[in-house]
């Protein structure tokens, strides 16, 4: 028998041992599936393909909702109406479907904030707003190249549902 064939012999062994001490002690299920490499790739890979992940958290759960409201770079809007509000020193964009924007800083967002400087209730005001979409880790920007006045109502208040 050749080197690597005596190598090889090894290798599958000890793997197939720890497979099976692994299904012994309880982690691995009946259902999951182990799939072992040729010799030359020397991978091992454990899934549980009809299980949710192990680790699977609460904010795990939070990124994939923020996943879900995020857009891809590059995108243009187009006349998008939404409010903006105040999130420390920077102006966030919120639009109808709640999807937030951080502004980046350019002239239509220095125009957006002194509008918003000189009304009670800023986030009472509703906008219609046009730019391209950044992303910078793991959140949206938004790059405004037009910002419409459209209202200055109050939002609507929450129905009393006990009623």
């Known amino acids: 028998m050749s080197v690597f064939a005596v190598s090889a012999t090894r290798r599958s062994t000890t793997l197939a041992a720890a497979a099976a001490m692994a299904a012994v002690s309880g982690q691995l299920l009946a259902e999951d599936e182990v799939v072992v490499s040729t010799p030359a790739q ?11 992940p192990i680790g699977a958290n609460r904010q795990e759960k ?6 879900k409201l995020r857009i891809r770079e590059g995108t243009r809007l187009k006349d998008v109406v939404g409010r903006f509000r ?34 009670e209730e800023p986030e009472s005001v509703t906008w219609s707003v046009s730019g391209t979409v950044t992303e910078y880790s793991g ?25």
């Open 62 to 67: 939070v990124a994939a909702e923020a996943l």
């Open 86 to 119: 105040q999130s420390g020193d920077a102006l966030v964009f919120v639009d109808a479907e709640n999807r937030e924007f951080g502004g980046l800083l350019n002239l239509n967002l220095e125009r957006v904030a002194r509008m918003l400087q000189s009304v």
């Open 139 to 163: 959140q949206n920007h938004l790059l405004i190249s037009r910002a419409v006045f459209r209202s200055a109502a109050p939002p609507p208040r929450p129905e009393n549902v006990a009623e």
């Open 42 to 52: 020397r991978i091992v890979e454990f899934s549980t393909p009809s299980h949710p």
